[in-house]
């Protein structure tokens, strides 16, 4: 089933994205990985050591056991003072073990917590820093699933893997030793078959790996669908469309099922197979172990031997030995499908930190003391190549001036507003504020400058004050307050349940569209900017309320360069200039008395308007 | 947890099976330390070289067999687990649906995207963790101590206090583990809400500069998020230590008793030993189980998220079609009964009481003409399409209402305009219109039915929304407009793009219809979004469309051609009432009587006007060409006669033509075939917009400031006045 969530080979930018090309090897991945453990590395080798020790009294203790099993000979044989001094020496090493174990799993509990929270800080940073384009052509879905669950699984499987892989070659190392210690050619046999598991598992590890990144993948599309439909709800109810959704919901889920289905069932395979090759060597030690037994004892009884070389004691410690030696190999395989899935976690999160920026702004000025001069030169844009918008765009505002854009829905004029904010960048041409081209300043500042209000509002969880003191976060209570009579929201504010300390709901449910407009103009009116940008900034709003907002606005326009996308002409006939655009052009410029004497376009708007209002 | 084990259904018996092979895998491996104690007590003494081999080979066969009955009960739980989780996904995603607006605006989109993606995929570990590893556990626990009580009772003691102790320090450390891991959940919530926002308002926060306030935001939240697993993870981590401590003393004294018993020879060596590996298979389970209870202690939080969207049931309960409701509504029936009774039929322009623009008519109550037959007799056939009836309604945690009541009547093919200030509950009036809440006072009808007596379907079905905020989704233009009628085909999207203004630039783009929209329709301008929006209700072929200030967007010469358009649709599937008009001339009458002496199958164009509205030259002034929209229609010839010369032929197209003719004294039904006209509520903010609607509706805070005509308003309502003031243009700022 194709589904209608894959990547367009469309969208602008960012085909590194589709997973063939996402290869990042897995090196570097490991890399990146590390350098983000960096600040915690006296911690991680403190945990390492503590793990060393923890292996190290763990792998004592099947050899004490041992020893006290031949102090038990036997009815009236049992060696007391050798038996209790085994006793001991055990209690010891699990107090031991107790505490190593206990400390280094907090610590390293700790490193990976840090290292998740560094991981998406950055992802999160970076989506500040990328080409808005970037964000306007991934889903949010998607990039959200990255940053809460893919960062997740680089924690839970890079980190706890590696200490688990650690801990393994300790683990196994350690048993070696001993085994060699106890009997060379049991030893050997044991050290040779155990490894077996691993190529079985490596294999069933490779399969997994591909397995688990469609996985990965078919959730993420699912986590698509969810934050369109979820996010949209209220539409989706409007047009009864919950079924359509749920059928296409179960689309997703059944795909997703398929590939989970698979994934969990070979990853699960490397646990059954190491445990038949556990029993196998299990047995091969017990034979081996109980003929040397034999053996030893035949040597006694017929004089060769002094004692016994290898006793029942040492049978119980080889098995047990055998046992310990096993289990690293048998949790490598799940550390290691653990690992990838991680990997692949890793990457996708990667290429959120490593998407593209915005071009590097070290050591540009900052754009200060604005006047308010605003001029474009030859400036040409499309979102698409084959859709060519703006093509030649030229204007020059002087300081103060009030510039309204006029044109039918479609002819560019919110794309005008990207490109004055710099939200994209203009592909031929300049534009400059006071004469410095926009791209040679930092775009903070060229932004700080504006004061923008959309017609899509964007409200935050959090009070009514926090979201007008957003532009300017030290402001008062009074300020804010003046700011919302400013923008005709104080009446209802006061009226909310608590006030400007009413929370506002992440989508800002509880709220109209109007008021959310109100809110967002209020943001306005607090930081006052030198230059204005309203877009249809009171499109929701009624207007009788319009009116007192436009005379506020008309008051702070004073000295203020401004630039009005508005479809009332009635409120920009006072403007200095009338730019009416169609399909990305100025077709055509002038005052509205002077356009309304042309007779053109805009004439036959105006009178359109009036003709039908 | 234990509240979705239900979704496991279908998989009972393989939730039974795999458990059970488990089991016997479990006594497989049991069987080891008595064959170890065999050998170390009997063999070796004896010196019984091929009784080693042989157990040996015993060893090796339990190991293969538990082999294949591992990888068999490892798919059943792949296959189970996922069956699971994917019917609890769907059946999440399905409730969610079933939500409300109050139920949405509770637990917000981000917190039910994460229970229906990562919090059920928890549950999913855990159940599959659960048959693969989780009984294990139990089944050598206790197999264990069974064969510890057979070699020694005093030894089975101990293990039986050692299970007990592990056990309760499992339990105290999984509850402390699992609040823990429940404020994980939340502040990862939190962490998921800072990042959305943050993608949506990007330009916002660009705009402000305000990105190094949003990164110390997000990093303390994440910040914090590390911190609270910091400290889950200080009682989590001893969970291994502790179980392996535990143990290990009963090693210990299991060795130190063991030392007398053996001395006094109650116990072998090899009893020693069997009990002894008993213990690190005891062990080693639990350690499985120990880590498992982590995942599982997750899976338990997740699975109470889960259970909460679950358990909340919407407060909107929709009834079940049934077949009596659901049929009528609005249909037009055939109205060659009408003379018994008419209560199948239904024609306009019959006035009712209290009905204040209608009043102008009420002389054509009786229905003039003698095509038309005794209404009055019958109750009145003229029904309206929507009333409210002293409508209240208070959002959750409001204080004050939100609309109080709120009553009018609005008839089919009728328009109401609803205007007034932001917050004055315009929308909050078309989200109880189309039951997206319920009022809390009063009573909302359509076609004289309680909306609350509508199965979800018909109700959907009667009404299409233009929401205020004009969303798309992901897909092509042809997908979004079949949002609200799947099989909608070609020629009807173009019909409805055609009204909604949008044919233009639909066909402009290179793939038409199969042109993909981005998520959100990023790739438009909110003008298109918006025409888009109003095609997709168009597409749905509504008997009433409501209009939440869906022209917001769009300029003033397109907003214009939009409500045009609308109103010809309007009058296209409607059927009207002709009333005298004075300005026909003689001669024009005469032609219509002329064309109705021939009764024949007239093909051609006939003239509408609006339900009520007398069809002069007078009142509709200006706006004629509006007013009377010529349409195609085909009259059967067997309706002819009683249409008493009714019907006229006329070419309207031509714009020299001479005005339409209308037919005096004369009302019609029309069958069947065409639905009962599109009756619209425009919500707007710009009355000049409302000029032309049979009601107007001002809300001021919640409550009815004026209920009129334009005309009527514009005398008699002050707020009106003042919106209108307010909104023509400059020249009347020095008015007041």
């Known amino acids: ?613 | 947890m234990l509240k979705l084990t239900r979704y496991l259904k279908g998989y009972g018996l393989i939730t039974v099976i795999a458990p059970l092979l488990k089991l016997l895998e479990a006594l497989f491996e049991l069987a080891i330390p008595l064959i170890v104690r065999h050998i170390a007590d009997v063999l070796i003494p004896a010196g019984d070289m091929k009784g080693v081999y042989l157990w040996g080979g015993a060893m090796l066969g339990l190991g293969a067999a538990g082999f294949t009955l591992a990888i068999i009960s490892q798919y059943l739980a792949a296959h189970s687990s996922l069956g699971y989780g994917t019917n609890l996904r769907r059946d999440l995603y399905r409730h969610v649906n079933r939500f409300g607006y109050a139920e949405l605006d509770k637990f917000g989109t981000a917190s039910l995207i994460t229970r229906i993606t990562d919090d059920i995929r928890q549950t999913q570990i855990g159940v599959s963790q659960f048959i693969r590893l989780v009984l294990r556990a139990p089944f050598i626990l206790i197999g264990a101590i069974v064969m510890a009580i057979i070699l020694d009772p005093v030894s089975g003691l101990i293990f039986i206090g050692v299970s007990i102790a592990i056990g309760t320090a499992l339990y105290f450390i999984m509850r402390r583990s699992g609040k823990f891991y429940r404020v994980i959940q939340q502040q990862l919530d939190g962490v998921a809400l800072l990042t959305r926002e943050n993608l949506t308002g990007t330009r916002v926060v660009r705009a402000f500069s305000r990105q190094d306030e949003e990164n110390a935001d997000f990093t303390k939240a994440a910040g914090k998020l590390a911190k609270t697993g910091e400290k889950a993870g200080v009682i989590s981590s001893l969970l291994n230590p502790l179980t392996y401590v535990l143990i290990n003393i009963a090693v210990l004294a299991i060795l130190f008793l063991g030392g007398s018993a053996v001395n006094s020879g109650d116990l072998a060596r090899g009893d020693i030993l069997a009990l002894v590996n008993y213990l690190s298979q005891i062990l080693l389970a639990l350690v499985v189980f120990a880590n498992l209870l982590i995942t599982f202690s997750k899976a338990g939080a997740s699975a109470r998220r889960i259970n909460e969207v679950l358990e909340t049931e919407p407060i909107l309960r929709f009834p079940e079609e049934s077949e009596g409701l659901a049929v009528d509504s609005g249909q037009w029936t055939v109205d060659s009964k009408a003379d018994e009774g008419g209560a199948d039929c239904k024609t306009v322009g019959v006035a009712v009481p209290g009905d204040p623009q209608l009043k102008s008519n009420t002389r054509s109550g009786g229905s003039p003409g003698t095509a038309t037959p005794t209404k009055t007799s019958s109750p009145s056939p003229l029904t309206p399409k929507i009333s409210l009836r002293s409508v209240s309604f208070a959002y959750p945690g409001d204080a004050e209402d939100d609309l109080s009541d709120i009553s009018f009547d609005l008839h089919p093919g009728q328009t109401l305009g609803v205007i007034g200030s932001t917050g004055s509950g315009k929308t909050t009036l078309v989200n109880l219109i189309c039951r997206f809440y319920d009022a809390r006072d009063g009573r909302i009808e359509i076609d004289r039915r309680d909306i609350k007596s509508y199965p979800k379907d018909t109700l959907s079905a009667l009404i299409g929304v233009v929401p205020q905020s004009a969303v798309l989704f992901y897909g092509s233009v042809r997908e979004n407009m079949q949002l609200g009628k799947a099989d909608a085909s070609d020629t009807e999207i173009w019909e409805a793009l055609r009204t909604a203004q949008s044919e233009d630039f639909i066909k402009a783009l290179p793939q038409g219809l199969d042109t993909v929209i981005f998520q959100g329709g990023k790739n438009l301008s909110g003008g298109q979004r918006q025409r888009l929006t109003v095609a997709r209700a168009l597409v749905k072929n509504p008997e009433i469309l409501i209009l939440d200030d869906a022209s917001s967007a769009l300029d003033y010469a397109t907003d214009a051609a939009l409500r045009k358009a609308l109103r010809s649709r309007q009058f296209s599937v409607g059927s009207f009432q002709l009333l005298e008009d004075d300005s026909l001339t003689k001669n024009e009458k005469r032609k219509t009587h002329d064309a109705a002496a021939k009764p024949q199958k007239y093909t051609g164009r006939i003239f509408l006007t609006k339900a009520g509205s007398k069809a002069t030259r007078e009142n509709v002034g200006g706006d004629f060409e509006q007013q009377l929209v010529g349409v195609d229609l085909q009259i059967d010839p067997k309706t002819t006669p009683k249409a008493d010369g009714s019907i006229c032929k006329s070419t309207p197209t031509d714009n020299n033509a001479p005005h339409p003719s209308i037919i005096p004294n004369s009302s019609f039904l029309i069958p069947n075939s065409p639905p009962s006209p599109l009756t619209v509520i425009m919500v707007s903010q710009r009355a000049a917009s409302l000029k032309g609607a049979d009601l107007i509706l001002v809300l001021e805070d919640g409550k009815c400031a004026g209920l009129g005509t334009y005309a009527e308003l514009r005398e008699g309502c002050e707020i009106f006045k003042e919106i209108c003031v307010s909104q023509e243009g400059g020249s009347t700022k020095n008015e007041k």
Not at chain 1, 26 to 37: L, T
Not at chain 1, 102 to 124: C, E, G, K
Not at chain 1, 353 to 370: N, Q
């Open chain 1, 1 to 613: 089933m194709k589904s209608p969530y894959k990547k367009l080979s469309s969208l602008p930018q960012n085909e590194s994205e589709t997973p063939d090309k996402a290869a990042m090897p897995s090196k570097k991945v490991f890399r990146r990985i590390v350098g983000y453990m960096r600040p915690h590395l006296w911690l991680m080798l403190f945990a390492l050591l503590l793990t060393m020790g923890q292996v190290a009294a763990t792998l004592a203790v099947p050899a004490f056991i041992g020893r006290a099993l031949d102090a038990l000979a036997g009815e009236g044989g049992v060696e007391t003072a050798k038996l209790l001094a085994s006793i001991g020496v055990l209690g010891a090493l699990t107090a031991a073990v107790f505490v190593c174990q206990w400390l280094s799993s907090i610590f390293q509990n700790r490193i990976s917590f840090y290292t998740v929270r560094d991981v998406r800080i950055d992802a999160f940073k970076k989506l500040n820093r990328v080409p808005i384009a970037y964000i306007d052509s991934h889903q949010n879905g998607d990039i959200m699933s990255r940053i809460s669950n893919d960062a997740e699984q680089v924690s839970d499987g890079l980190i706890q893997g590696f200490t688990q892989l650690f801990t393994g070659v300790v683990t196994a190392a350690g048993t070696i030793v001993f085994m060699l210690m106890l009997n060379v050619p049991i030893a050997v046999v044991v050290i040779i078959i155990t490894p077996l598991s691993l190529t079985v598992a490596w294999g069933l590890a490779k399969i997994t790996y591909t397995l688990h990144r469609k996985r990965a993948e078919k959730l993420g599309e699912l986590c698509g669908l969810c934050e369109e439909y979820l996010g949209n709800q209220k539409v989706v109810k409007a047009f009864n469309y919950e079924a359509e959704a749920e059928k296409r919901f179960n689309v997703l889920n059944l795909g997703l099922k398929k590939f989970w289905l698979k994934s969990m069932f070979v990853s699960s395979l490397t646990n059954p197979v190491t445990r038949l090759l556990n029993a196998i060597v299990y047995a091969v030690v017990a034979v081996m172990g109980a003929l040397a037994v034999i053996e030893a004892n035949a040597a006694v009884a017929a004089g060769t031997a002094a004692a016994a070389a290898f006793t029942i004691g040492s049978l119980s410690a080889m098995l047990a030995y055998a046992h310990q030696y096993a289990k690293p190999f048998n949790e490598i395989t799940g550390v290691v499908t653990e690992l990838q899935s991680a990997f692949a976690a890793a990457r996708r999160v990667f290429s959120v930190i490593d998407a593209e920026e915005e071009s590097g702004e070290a050591g540009m000025a900052e754009l200060k003391d604005v006047k308010g001069a605003v001029s474009a030169q030859g400036v040409a844009f499309s979102y698409s190549p084959e859709k060519p918008l703006i093509k030649n765009f030229n204007i020059a505002v002087f300081p103060g001036q009030k510039i309204a854009i006029v044109g039918p829905t479609g002819c560019g004029k919110t794309t005008l507003i990207n490109l004055l904010m710099r939200f994209y960048d203009v592909q031929k041409g300049v534009i400059a504020v006071d004469e410095t081209d926009i791209k040679a300043v930092t775009r903070g500042s060229l932004r700080r400058n504006y004061g923008m209000v959309l017609q899509e509002t964007w409200l935050f969880e959090g009070t009514v004050h926090d979201n007008i003191a957003y532009g300017k976060s030290d402001a008062t209570r009074d300020e804010v307050i003046a700011a919302a009579r400013q923008a005709r929201c104080n009446g209802f504010i006061k009226r909310l349940p608590e006030g400007y300390d009413t929370m506002i709901t992440s989508d800002g449910a509880n709220l109209s569209h109007g008021q959310k407009q109100l809110i967002c103009i209020a943001r306005i009116m607090l930081t006052l900017p030198a230059m204005l940008i309203l877009d249809e900034a009171t499109s929701s709003i009624d207007t009788r309320t319009e009116k007192r907002v436009q005379t506020a606005f008309s008051r702070i326009m004073q000295g203020r360069t401004s630039f009005i996308i508005a479809h009332r002409l009635s409120t920009i006939q006072d403007a200095d200039a009338i730019l009416v655009m169609n399909d990305g052009d100025i077709i055509e410029t002038g005052t509205h008395t002077e356009l309304l004497a042309a007779g053109g376009f805009y004439a036959n708007l105006y009178h359109s308007q009036n003709l039908y209002t």
